[in-house]
C-alpha cells in the first residue's frame, strides 16, 4: 500500500471516530451523514487523475508515460497554463523538439567524425606504438568524461548554490548507468578497427527495438505493437540508406571480436538511456535536471576510466604518442567539446522526450549526415537509398501527424 494510500486511510477512519453519532445524539445523523457525504466528495477530488491530454506525449513514448510513484515531472503543465490552446502547445514542444534534435546531430556529427579520425588514421609510429595507431581507446573516454565533470560542477554550482549538497538522487543511483556508458563508449572505440562499415551501420541502426526490450525489463513498460513496427521499419529504411549511399572508405574487414564490441556497445548503450530515464522516473523530473544528470553519471565514470588508464598502463604511451603527434591532442580536445555539448542535449532530450524519441534522433544521424555529404560534395543517391530516406521519414512524419491529431482531435 503507498503512503497517499495509507494516509487517506487513517484520515477516514479520524472522520468515522471524530462524526459517528453517540447515543444521546443520535437525531443528529442526517448533518452527520451530511458531513461525511462532503469529506468524501473532497477525499474523491483529492483522488482524481490529472488529464492525460494536458501533456503532449511525445513520440513513440512510452504508453505508461505517469510517474507510477506519484513524484513531480519537470516536463508537466502548471495549472496556470492550462489556458494554452492545444495548437499552441503542440508547436512549442515542436520547436522544443527541433532544438534538441539539432544539437543532437551538430554535436555528434563532430563527434563520431573527430572518433573516427583518432581511431582509424595511421599517425607517426612511436615505440610503444609501432603501427602509429593511437594506442589507447580509454584515454578518448576519459577526456570526454573530464571536461564534462568540470562543465557539470561549474554549471550545478551556479544553478544550485552547491555540487553535491543539494542533489535529490545520490551520486550512487547514477552508478549502474555510468559503468554502463563508459563501457558502450570504449566498445565503439575498439570496433572501429575490427569492423566494416555496412556492419556497424547495421548494428547502429537495430538499437530502437533493443532500447524498447530494455524498458521493458528495466521498467516494466508496455509498447503497442504498432510502435515496434514503426521501430523495425525505421531500422530497415536506415540500414538501407546507409549501404546504398556509402561504401567503406578503408580497407577494414570485419573479425569476431569486432562483432563482439559491436553487440556490447548496442548493449551497453540501450541500458544506459533507459537507466537515465527510470532516474529521473523515480526522483522526479522537476528534481533531477540535466547538469546534475551530466555531474552524477560523469563522477562516477570518470573515475572508472583513471583506474583503467593506470591498471593499463596507457599513461606512458599516450604522452609518448602526445609528443610525437600532438595533432592527436588537438583532435581529443574537440572529441571532448563535442561530447560534453551532446551529453546535456542526451540528457535534455531524455527528461523531455523520452529514451525512444533520442535513440530514433540518433539512428537518423547517420542518414542526416549522408545527406549533407551528398549536397556538399555533389554526390548521387541511389534507388535504394531513396527507398530507405522515404520509409524512414515517412514513418517520422507519419507518428508526428498521428500526435498532432490526437492531441488537436481530443480538445474538441
Known amino acids: 500500500m503507498s503512503t497517499e494510500g495509507s494516509g487517506h486511510t487513517q484520515d477516514s477512519l479520524s472522520q468515522e471516530m471524530t462524526l459517528s453519532p453517540s447515543p444521546t445524539r443520535r437525531k443528529n445523523s442526517p448533518h452527520n451523514s451530511t458531513v461525511n457525504m462532503t469529506v468524501e466528495s473532497k477525499s474523491a477530488s483529492n483522488n482524481e487523475t490529472s488529464n492525460p491530454e494536458q501533456?503532449?506525449?511525445?513520440?513513440?513514448?512510452?504508453?505508461?508515460?505517469?510517474?507510477?510513484?506519484?513524484?513531480?515531472?519537470?516536463?508537466?503543465?502548471?495549472?496556470?497554463?492550462?489556458?494554452?490552446?492545444?495548437?499552441?502547445?503542440f508547436y512549442y514542444q515542436a520547436l522544443r523538439f527541433l532544438f534538441c534534435f539539432i544539437g543532437?546531430?551538430?554535436?555528434?556529427?563532430?563527434?563520431?567524425?573527430?572518433?573516427?579520425?583518432?581511431?582509424?588514421?595511421?599517425?607517426?609510429?612511436?615505440?610503444?606504438?609501432?603501427d602509429g595507431k593511437f594506442p589507447s581507446a580509454a584515454f578518448c573516454v576519459f577526456s570526454n568524461r573530464f571536461l564534462a565533470i568540470l562543465v557539470?560542477?561549474?554549471?550545478?554550482?551556479?544553478?544550485?548554490?552547491?555540487?553535491?549538497?543539494?542533489?535529490?538522487?545520490?551520486?550512487?543511483?547514477?552508478?549502474p548507468c555510468a559503468l554502463s556508458n563508459t563501457m558502450s563508449s570504449w566498445s565503439q572505440?575498439?570496433?572501429?578497427?575490427?569492423?566494416?562499415?555496412?556492419?556497424?551501420?547495421?548494428?547502429?541502426?537495430?538499437?530502437?527495438?533493443?532500447?524498447?526490450?530494455?524498458?521493458k525489463v528495466l521498467k516494466g513498460t508496455t509498447y503497442p505493437l504498432g510502435q515496434y513496427v514503426e521501430a523495425f521499419l525505421i531500422t530497415v529504411g536506415v540500414a538501407v540508406f546507409s549501404v546504398a549511399s556509402k561504401s567503406s572508405d578503408s580497407d577494414t574487414s570485419t573479425e569476431m571480436i569486432g562483432l563482439l564490441y559491436m553487440c556490447m556497445y548496442v548493449c551497453f548503450d540501450c541500458f544506459t538511456s533507459q537507466w537515465q530515464d527510470k532516474i529521473y522516473v523515480k526522483y522526479g523530473r522537476a528534481n533531477v535536471d540535466p547538469y546534475q544528470m551530466m555531474l552524477g553519471v560523469n563522477s562516477t565514470a570518470i573515475l572508472m576510466t583513471t583506474s583503467g588508464l593506470i591498471l593499463g598502463g596507457d599513461i606512458p604511451k599516450i604522452i609518448e604518442f602526445f609528443k610525437v603527434n600532438p595533432s592527436v591532442f588537438q583532435y581529443n580536445v574537440i572529441?571532448?567539446?563535442?561530447?560534453?555539448?551532446?551529453?546535456?542535449f542526451i540528457y535534455t532530450t531524455i527528461k523531455e522526450f523520452g529514451p525512444i524519441v533520442f535513440t530514433v534522433i540518433m539512428t537518423t544521424r547517420q542518414m542526416i549526415s549522408i545527406c549533407i555529404s551528398s549536397v556538399l560534395f555533389g554526390h548521387s543517391m541511389s534507388i535504394k537509398a531513396l527507398f530507405g530516406a522515404t520509409l524512414v521519414f515517412g514513418v517520422l512524419f507519419y507518428q508526428i501527424r498521428k500526435k498532432y491529431m490526437a492531441k488537436h482531435g481530443g480538445s474538441r
Open 152 to 175: 557539470a560542477i561549474v554549471t550545478v554550482r551556479m544553478r544550485k548554490g552547491a555540487v553535491f549538497a543539494n542533489n535529490v538522487a545520490p551520486l550512487v543511483a547514477f552508478a
Open 55 to 89: 501533456e503532449m506525449k511525445p513520440l513513440m513514448m512510452e504508453s505508461n508515460g505517469v510517474d507510477k510513484l506519484g513524484l513531480p515531472k519537470g516536463d508537466e503543465d502548471s495549472p496556470s497554463s492550462s489556458s494554452s490552446t492545444p495548437v499552441n502547445e
Open 104 to 130: 543532437l546531430q551538430l554535436s555528434y556529427l563532430t563527434w563520431g567524425y573527430m572518433q573516427e579520425l583518432i581511431m582509424t588514421t595511421t599517425f607517426e609510429p612511436t615505440p610503444s606504438a609501432p
Open 189 to 215: 572505440y575498439a570496433s572501429l578497427r575490427y569492423v566494416s562499415f555496412p556492419v556497424q551501420t547495421v548494428f547502429k541502426s537495430s538499437k530502437i527495438i533493443p532500447v524498447m526490450i530494455m524498458g
Open 335 to 344: 572529441t571532448a567539446i563535442t561530447s560534453a555539448s551532446g551529453q546535456l
